[in-house]
């Protein structure tokens, strides 16, 4: 696997690149938050930056950070669905000269290859999750996204992936990790009138310890997993929050709910909606919960993290890898509810002084190897590169 260079020489180059991504859908979650900060971090070195997704919720974001945004739905399943998105998004990218074309999805990655080819623009693809075993379309969308000139894996666990799977030789392969503002997640920067109204909003108990996981309640991502853990966990004292449901009530949140109830655990687990307010609500955990044995990574754990709360996570997949294992935070194998019910107590059993350490381990760990600053500033490196010509065998 290449290294990325640590300084950029997008700012150098004799014309900074128009870089356009396209992500499935312009929304509050990790892959829509990467992108805007990579684009914006390009506007600010002097280049063009363009988003290509559907929706509006980050829209305002967008036009204040002079990022180019192409409403084009791109959130597709199946072939013909994305032959349509292609067809949309070539007619919205009318006007605009593109260098480098950056997919961060599997079926946008299919569409990108498509256009690099057509209209001689660099591709170049951020493998978010590990490769899926399903229909033929999505094998389909996941070797284009193998084949981008660059390919750039969010972890080991991610780069392990599509070196077994899709052969991606070293030459090919970029580690980035992804990153935070740590002015954003910053305990020191939460005004307690926050804190206090979250906690009125979801209706907390003041007598529990909070078992916070956010996660958006459009699959099981181990959110199913925990409520059986809660149930192995031999103290009443718990009281656990899944936050990201949607209106309407997604098909998944009504199986959640329903497990919630069969279990015994309706006074000691609910449900709330997506929270804008993220770092207050860490704020009120004593724990954070995140990651699915499926997951590429986890920004849950990373936030998490900066904001001096223990995490637990899946052994599996790519969350453990943000962070310091049994440091600042524990895991456990995926199906063994029991050792996730462990992992739990390990964490709510630490005493206020071993909270104050592992806070101030855990936010040098972030500060070091997760802010938002080192992301952008890798990712404009890769760009400057593959614009300076740079074609790896």
Request: charged share 25%; hydrophobic share 50%.
């Amino acid at each position: 696997m290449k290294d990325v260079p640590t300084t950029s020489g997008v700012a150098s180059a004799s014309r900074p690149p128009a870089v356009l991504q396209l992500v499935p859908a312009l929304d509050r979650g990790g892959i829509a938050r990467a992108a805007i900060d990579t684009a914006a971090a390009l506007v600010a070195s002097g280049g063009k930056a363009l988003i290509a997704g559907g929706g509006q919720a980050m829209a305002g974001e967008l036009r204040r950070l002079k990022i180019v945004h192409l409403d084009v739905a791109l959130d597709v399943d199946g072939l013909v669905a994305a032959y349509a998105g292609l067809r949309r998004l070539r007619e919205a990218m009318i006007g605009h000269d593109i260098d480098i074309v950056h997919s961060r999805s599997p079926a946008t990655a299919w569409m990108a290859r498509r256009m690099a080819r057509d209209l001689d623009m660099r591709f170049v693809a951020t493998a978010h999750a590990p490769g899926g075993t399903g229909a033929w379309s999505r094998r389909l969308f996941d070797s284009a996204q193998a084949a981008a000139e660059r390919v750039i894996a969010v972890s080991d666990h991610i780069a392990h992936d599509l070196r077994q799977r899709h052969r991606v030789p070293e030459a090919r392969l970029a580690m980035i990790r992804p990153g935070i503002h740590l002015d954003r997640f910053d305990p020191a920067t939460i005004r307690p009138d926050r804190v206090i109204r979250l906690a009125a909003q979801w209706r907390l108990p003041d007598d529990r310890r909070i078992v916070l996981f956010p996660a958006r309640l459009t699959e099981d991502r181990g959110q199913a997993r925990l409520v059986e853990a809660l149930r192995e966990l031999s103290r009443d004292d718990v009281h656990c929050l899944f936050v990201g449901a949607e209106t309407p009530a997604t098909a998944f949140e009504r199986r959640l709910q329903a497990l919630i109830e069969a279990k015994g655990l309706g006074g000691r687990a609910a449900i709330a909606p997506y929270c804008e307010d993220m770092p207050a609500a860490y704020m009120l955990a004593d724990v954070v919960v995140a990651g699915g044995d499926g997951e590429g990574f986890s920004r849950v754990i990373v936030e998490a993290q900066a904001m001096g709360r223990p995490a637990v996570c899946d052994s599996a997949g790519g969350a453990v890898e943000a962070m310091l294992a049994n440091i600042t935070g524990w895991s456990a194998p995926p199906g063994v509810p029991a050792a996730l019910a462990r992992s739990l107590e390990r964490a709510l059993a630490l005493t206020e002084a071993d909270r104050e350490a592992l806070a101030a381990r855990a936010r040098v760990h972030v500060r070091e190897r997760f802010t938002v600053e080192r992301m952008a500033r890798e990712t404009l490196a890769l760009y400057a590169e593959m614009k300076a010509g740079a074609v790896p065998a």
